[in-house]
């Protein structure tokens, strides 16, 4: 039995005995030097799992010149045809991805499955000789996450984690900013993904539901954190300059009440040293905050979006001393509440981050990662970094289910 049989219609209790299940994935092998790819050589590339996010990943790396998709995996026949519409040609096509991997013309992997299966796949791709681009998270369970790791530091492959905000162009030099003190000591990053939709998929079929819809069930998904959170999580790791600490948090289902074992709505509080704190929200039946990101500082505050990044410094702070004295006016005795202004949101213009338009992130990370292969070097949106959040949404779904804090896994010392 073996994961993709998830996506095959296997019982729950099946599932439930494959999930807890810590059978080694592959056997462990010697490091595999990189094959040299040259400055103007094709790179062909090998995509297992070409649904939404995979072809949309495949459309940027198109507009790189110099690579071709060369072979996609899925157990979906009809993405095939999507996949040449999309390439514009017949591309090979498998059902198995073992025999993608065997395939000697394939310069990298691009993995968008399932996050259940990215290890068991980015493990195989690694074992190959095969640089890989991974969607995320870097894996479902903590031996999965401690799995990826280590298979690339064995093999010595390229492998980048697809945390495409790493590149998007505003969002470095807002970190940049921030870690330069900008904005003081950051302290608490806040971060929404709030949208007005139910997550679900049609599907003529019943027995697709679980194929289309696996991010609706406990046994293929990690829910919100993981498939929304995990890219704030990265951002806050990135802030704080580590891996968290703690976390604890809570989600239930309080509309979509439609068979889906996934909450439509997510909490969650990280711990991290110092007692800095990040909170992530994500609810889908109200768009109002959207996605944004908020880094707050003892000087300042950062506010970053999918499109820009504002700074805001605030006019004054709020003297405490003043507030616990009584002031008269008018007669009326009155205390901490005396002036609202101090508590009311700072409407004021914020500093606007300048950066090139039409910047999409998908494309730079996908132009850093071919960059990486050619010029044999670890990306910034390395495997380490893939751990750092992977490793809190897979515990955030058992801090949530338990309804407790629970300490979050280092990654192991080498």
Not at 194 to 211: F, M
Not at 304 to 319: C, E, G
């Amino acid at each position: 039995m073996n994961r993709r049989d998830i996506l095959q219609g296997l019982s729950l209790s099946m599932l439930s005995r494959k999930l807890l299940s810590n059978e080694p994935l592959l056997a462990q092998t010697a490091k595999t030097k990189p094959k040299p790819i040259a400055a103007n050589d094709r790179i062909n590339v090998g995509v297992i799992g070409p649904g939404s996010r995979g072809r949309e990943v495949m459309r940027q790396m198109l507009r790189i010149p110099g690579v071709e998709m060369a072979a996609v995996c899925d157990v979906y026949e009809p993405r095939f045809a999507e996949v040449n519409e999309l390439v514009g040609k017949k591309v090979m096509s498998y059902k198995d991805y073992r025999e993608l991997l065997e395939r000697k013309d394939l310069d990298v992997i691009l993995i968008a499955t399932p996050p259940i299966f990215h290890s068991e796949y980015t493990i195989a791709a690694l074992e190959k000789g095969k640089p890989v681009y991974g969607e995320k998270t870097l894996g479902f369970t903590v031996q999965d996450c401690n799995d990826v790791v280590a298979a690339v530091k064995r093999t010595g492959q390229i492998f980048q984690i697809g945390h495409q905000l790493r590149y998007a162009s505003w969002i470095q030099q807002s970190i940049k900013r921030v870690r330069q003190g900008d904005i003081g000591v950051p302290t608490h990053v806040y971060a929404y993904w709030h949208r007005a939709d139910d997550w679900r998929r049609p599907v003529n079929d019943p027995k697709l539901e679980h194929l289309f819809n696996w991010r609706l069930y406990n046994e293929t998904s990690g829910g919100l954190l993981e498939e929304l959170g995990s890219h704030a999580i990265d951002i806050a790791n990135w802030v704080f300059g580590e891996t968290p600490e703690t976390i604890m948090g809570s989600t239930s289902i309080a509309v979509y009440h439609d068979g889906r074992t996934v909450g439509d709505n997510v909490q969650a509080v990280i711990g991290y040293s110092k007692g800095r704190r990040m909170f992530f929200s994500s609810i889908t039946d109200n768009a109002m905050m959207a996605d944004q990101i908020w880094i707050y500082g003892t000087e300042g505050s950062a506010q970053i979006t999918l499109q820009d990044a504002t700074f805001y410094r605030p006019t004054q702070k709020t003297v405490t001393a003043s507030s616990h004295t009584d002031i008269v006016e008018r007669g009326v005795k009155t205390g901490a509440s005396y002036k609202t202004s101090w508590e009311m949101p700072y409407r004021g213009p914020g500093e606007r981050v300048q950066f090139p338009s039409g910047d999409d992130p998908t494309l730079t990370a996908c132009q850093a990662f071919f960059q990486s292969v050619r010029d044999k070097h670890q990306p910034v949106a390395s495997a380490e970094v893939g751990f750092g959040s992977a490793i809190a949404c897979v515990v955030g779904k058992q801090a949530m289910t338990e309804g407790r804090t629970i300490t979050v896994p280092q990654l192991p010392k080498s």
